[in-house]
């Protein structure tokens, strides 16, 4: 694995520009729409960055940028590995974390606003329709235990209430436990808002941890060497050096205001109703800094939530099932939803023992599709060809009644859901014979600049070709 030096986000942007998927975007886009709007066209293809988003005046602009991940060869990237390495180098990230090291001060402190005024200070664009208004969207959440001092590493929705106020969504997860431990004293939960890492951050963000494990590890594990970070000027919490702008502040005990609606990963709203709020109390930021959003419930969203989370599915049913070969969340259920299974099948009857294994495994899984070796999990089409060849519905169907689901699921009651799996595979052993794909030899090896004309070698010879035939006409 490569180490990049300062893994940053300015270093990932970089990257984006020699892979061809960075676009500059035309000044004045509004932050109001416009961002998401021409982010989404973009969103499986390109990165964008706006130079001079329109809607925030002040006298030095700060850029915009989005798509930092735009598909999974983005993501084998930015972990420095190859495609189908993405979920094993997760993997051995989470299991061999490198602990940070502090910094006696970093370019995330270069310049220091005490005075906060949040939409002065920072371009902050409001993506979907119904949403309540501008949201920070892609800042790392860094929070300190109380009780430990341990810290942890999410990312939460975060509407900006007031000039120096934040109405955020906390779910039951570790965040929320730290700021129950704080609250229970009747003292604020110290945090951080982190605006603008390497893609490793936002990846490891996302990891099934432990509460005692700091995600910041899985990120140094992830670059192969330790996070730098800087102690706030205002708190105890430690932040990437490198970041492009922090937020300090405090989670307040015993307050909740409204916030919502927001566009969510289901393609949904999420509703409004009254919730946490965080104290903004100081921003830091490098002297001229870039502002990351991620557009929600686009694709950025899904494939950032999608990976970590195949990567625990798949650790957790190799366990019972080593002969699993890999797993994918597919885009279309949301990158949460809906699990395909890909196995070298040894036994008759596994798919549906692997079914309830995949729906013990995450609450949000919904629909298990298994598959044999010879399918492309990463195609829609070749998953669809598998269920209309090999599977029959009163044979191979797995349903569940009344189990616990997905909350943001619109069609769930209340969270509770079915569960339905479908078997695609072929009877054990008949892969080469009945189930055997139809194949052209050579066709995945065609060399298309060898076997093919070039532009006036096929003008040429289509010249030749078709005036002679008028001649004979
Ligand atoms: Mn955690």
Not at 166 to 186: D, F, M, N, S
Not at 318 to 344: A, E, Q
């Amino acid at each position: 694995m490569s180490e990049t030096p300062n893994a940053d986000l300015r270093a990932w942007l970089r990257i984006l520009e020699k892979r061809g998927e960075l676009a500059v975007a035309k000044p004045e886009a509004a932050l109001r729409h416009e961002i998401a709007a021409i982010s989404k066209n973009l969103e499986r293809e390109k990165a964008v960055l706006f130079p001079a988003p329109k809607g925030h005046e002040r006298t030095h602009t700060i850029p915009v940028v989005t798509n930092l991940l735009v598909d999974r060869p983005s993501v084998a990237a930015a972990l420095g590995v190859s495609d189908h390495e993405v979920l094993p180098r997760f993997l051995a990230a989470a299991r061999n974390p490198i602990a940070p090291v502090e910094i006696a001060s970093g370019p995330a402190q270069e310049v220091v606003h005490r005075r906060v005024n949040l939409e002065q200070l920072l371009p902050i664009p409001t993506h979907n329709e119904l949403d309540s208004g501008a949201y920070i969207t892609a800042a790392l959440l860094i929070a300190r235990s109380p009780d430990t001092g341990v810290q942890n590493i999410s990312i939460h929705r975060c509407q900006i209430s007031g000039p120096d106020r934040i109405g955020v969504l906390l779910l039951p997860r570790h965040t929320h436990a730290y700021y129950r431990q704080a609250e229970k004293r009747g003292e604020p939960l110290e945090i951080a808002l982190v605006i603008g890492v390497h893609p490793a951050y936002l990846l490891a963000s996302q990891a099934i941890a432990a509460l005692d494990e700091d995600e910041m590890g899985i990120a140094g594990a992830l670059l192969g060497r330790p996070a730098e970070v800087v102690k706030c000027l205002t708190n105890n919490v430690r932040v990437p050096a490198h970041a492009e702008i922090v937020l300090e502040g405090r989670i307040l005990p015993s307050v909740r205001e409204p916030e919502g609606p927001f566009g969510e990963f289901p393609q949904y709203y999420g509703p409004r109703a009254n919730r946490e709020v965080i104290v903004i109390d100081a921003v830091t930021h490098r002297r001229q800094p870039i502002f990351h959003t991620i557009v929600g419930g686009g694709y950025e969203h899904l494939i950032l939530g999608g990976v970590p989370r195949e990567a625990t599915l798949l650790q957790h049913l190799r366990r019972s099932f080593p002969n699993i070969l890999d797993v994918r969340l597919t885009r279309g259920g949301t990158c949460r939803y809906h699990l395909v299974v890909k196995i070298d099948k040894l036994n008759n009857g596994e798919p549906k023992n692997i079914m309830m294994g995949a729906f013990a495994g995450h609450y949000d899984i919904k629909q298990v599709v298994v598959v044999d070796r010879d399918v492309d999990i990463d195609s829609s089409i070749d998953i669809e060809w598998a269920i209309a060849t090999r599977f029959q519905a009163d044979r191979d169907l797995l349903l569940v009644s009344g189990a616990q689901g997905s909350r943001l699921d619109p069609s769930a009651n209340e969270g509770v859901s079915a569960k339905m799996g479908l078997d695609a595979t072929a009877p054990v052993g008949t892969l080469s014979d009945t189930y055997r794909r139809i194949r052209v030899p050579g066709e995945a090896e065609v060399d298309r600049s060898a076997a093919l004309e070039s532009t006036s070698g096929a003008r040429d010879c289509l010249h030749a070709l078709l005036n002679q035939r008028a001649e004979h006409e």
